[in-house]
């Protein structure tokens, strides 16, 4: 962990804008603001990606069955944990002990695996609202889970309250709040640059935080909230057996 201050964020972003001192345009309160939407933003685009660095996970136990009044059995993300931006895995634990990932599909094929009369072990999960999600088949027994999401940070209030900048992944927020004074100056051919400067500053944060180095390569980011394809763009479709 490489940590940076509010205070030494602020000021870096003071000085790459050249405002130092300018203090009744640009004031505290302001960029304060601007620093903490900058940091909730990386996370979640960086998370996107597929770096898994700001993930949490939460544990609990999926009931036997359909939910009353659903083809599938609803899982409550938000009873589970608070203050969640978005869900990107979801584990059960099987029968044999073995913890297994399941696939993520999307909404519109919630009832494509022959409702609440059509039990088995889990296959897959989608998401609906901002923590509602439906695991289909229904569970033909409980199963413990573990639930992977992307919390809320905490925003940072006191000038000695920490950013983790692993890296100089701090630069990107500092960039992305100079492009905010800038648009908000309208300073175009400034702003120009430094748009070059802050897209330069994130292809190298990503080249790095999603290397594998084991694997020898990087992984492929990829936005869970779509479908999941294979090949030239076909739809993985249930397994033979879950449709009417």
Partial sequence: ??????????????????????????????????IN??????RERLSGEGARHFLAVATGTIAVGATPG?????????????????????DIKTAG?????????????RASYGGPISIGE?????????????VLPCPDR???????YLPVANDLAADADT????????????????????????FPGPYQIAV??????????????????TAGGATLGRDSMGNRMVGRGHRILPPRGYGP
Avoid at 4 to 28: E, M, P, Y
Avoid at 81 to 86: D, E, L, N, W
Avoid at 142 to 148: P, V
Avoid at 196 to 213: M, N, P, Q, Y
């Fill in 97 to 109: 002990g073995e913890w297994k990932r399941l696939e993520h599909t999307t909404f519109e094929d």
């Fill in 196 to 213: 070059s400067f802050k897209d330069e500053v994130w292809r190298d944060i990503v080249r790095s935080a999603t290397k594998v180095t």
């Fill in 70 to 90: 659903f083809p599938f059995r609803q899982l409550d993300a938000g009873a589970v944990a608070s203050g969640i931006v978005r869900v990107y895995g979801l």
């Fill in 122 to 134: 889990p296959g897959v999960w989608a998401e609906y609202q901002t923590t509602k999600l439906a």
């Fill in 142 to 148: 409980s199963y413990d889970y573990l639930l992977w």
């Fill in 37 to 42: 939407q900058g940091i909730q933003r990386f």
């Fill in 1 to 34: 962990m490489r940590t940076v201050t509010l205070a030494q964020l602020r000021q870096d972003a003071q000085n790459q804008a050249d405002i130092a001192g300018l203090t009744q345009r640009h004031g505290v309160t302001l960029l304060n603001r601007y």
């Fill in 163 to 186: 950013f983790d900048g692993v890296a100089g992944w701090e630069d990107y927020v500092v960039w992305d709040v100079v492009l905010r004074m800038m648009v908000r100056d309208q």
